[in-house]
């Protein structure tokens, strides 16, 4: 009789994972779906078992994947492929949960793969859909100087994405918070185009720590999760971000950062770093440069030009911590290196 039964369990779970993938009737925004179908629950997973789950979207629409592990076996495994053919293993070490997100009109692959011993692993996916809004678009002049909160663009608690046009190429940078592990930019997007016609995309973490030249006058940008950011992304011309040896970005949450510029090198012999606050307020805490005496460094309104304010200068301030109560500004350095310590509140 238990033979019997355990026949009839495997015979049922084995008709449950046999490949079947969301039907495109079920892609409905605001309507989720499981794998496998109708599954209330982690499912058992026979032995030799091979599968690959496709989970694909179309224009406009995006997928949050909750995937519950529930794998016993050393060697049972769940392979994860995102649309930039990037991989993700889940094992039997890996956490009871993990969640993936699947970027408009793009597929993520999920290979659910077991040996040839029965270890009782067990698997399910919860993919809800969800549409995304309409871009607000921004036109990027020259001189100019955009940027975006991060947060401000985060689809699942209802913000739009954002499309930067601009008369020419641009040069984009994260004015990265430094709130690790917090603040981190994985589902973060950047498209080349916009989202009905992109030519590319990339996860902002691939520009993390370097500055993006973009292919064309056009990107979009959007984030995908729930996580709170206090990064930013900053985008300018990139005639004049070539006026410069670097023209980078920086930013922070709540804590002590620093800016390391060095102006000594290079062939222009002048940097830009554009600070972006998240409250309209910076504490310069400490600051400590070479003594240069043709030194320029200053905290001038962005974007630089000879019409920029100067808020801080450098050379002549010596009394720290002192604020500069704006949202945004860059900091100027010519022939000269320095170090500087902020707090952004």
């Known amino acids: 009789m238990k033979t019997l039964l355990w026949f009839l369990v495997f015979v049922g779970v084995s008709n449950a994972l046999d490949c079947t993938q969301i039907p495109a009737g079920g892609i409905v925004p605001r309507h989720n779906a499981t794998i496998p179908a109708g599954a209330k629950e982690p499912v058992l997973i026979p032995p030799n078992f091979n599968c690959l789950y496709n989970i694909k979207v179309p224009a406009m629409v995006y997928a949050r994947v909750v995937l519950e592990n ?15 053919n990037a991989k993700t293993f889940i094992n039997s070490r ?23 011993v029965n270890m009782h692993s067990s698997f399910r996916m919860v993919v809800d859909y969800y549409s995304l809004n309409n871009a607000t ?50 589902n973060f997007f950047l498209i080349e185009g916009d989202l009905e016609n992109p030519l590319a995309i990339y996860r902002m973490t691939q520009f993390l720590y370097q500055n993006y030249i973009s292919k064309g006058n056009k990107v979009t940008v959007l984030g995908l999760d729930n996580t709170f950011s206090r990064s930013s992304i900053v985008f300018v011309p990139l005639s004049q971000a070539q006026q410069y040896d670097s023209y980078t970005a920086a930013s922070g949450y709540m804590n002590l950062n620093q800016v390391d510029i060095d102006a000594t090198v290079g062939e222009k012999k002048k940097k830009i770093v554009t600070m972006i606050s998240m409250r309209d307020y910076v504490m310069i805490w400490k600051m400590e440069k070479t003594s240069n005496p043709d030194c320029v460094l200053k905290a001038i309104t962005s974007p630089p030009t000879s019409e920029s304010k100067v808020l801080l200068d450098f050379s002549v301030e010596t009394q720290f911590p002192t604020n500069i109560t704006r949202p945004s500004f860059c900091i100027i350095a010519e022939n000269c290196a320095a170090s500087i310590q902020f707090i952004v509140l």
């Not at 529930?70 to 769940?78: K, V």
């Not at 993936?100 to 597929?107: D, E, M, Q, R, S």
Request: aromatic fraction near 14%; avoid cysteine; charged fraction near 15%.
């Open 94 to 116: 890996s956490g009871k949960y993990a969640t993936f997100y699947v970027f408009p009109n793009t597929l993520t692959s999920f290979l659910v793969s077991t040996k040839s």
């Open 137 to 186: 678009v921004t036109y990027l002049d020259n001189p100019d100087m955009q940027y975006s909160r991060l947060y401000t663009l985060q689809a699942e608690i209802g913000w739009s994405p954002r499309t930067i046009v601009a008369k020419e190429r641009m040069s984009i940078s994260i004015a990265y918070s430094g709130w690790t592990p917090y603040d981190n930019l994985y």
């Open 70 to 84: 529930g794998l016993n076996g050393n060697n049972d495994q769940i392979t994860v492929t995102n649309e930039q």
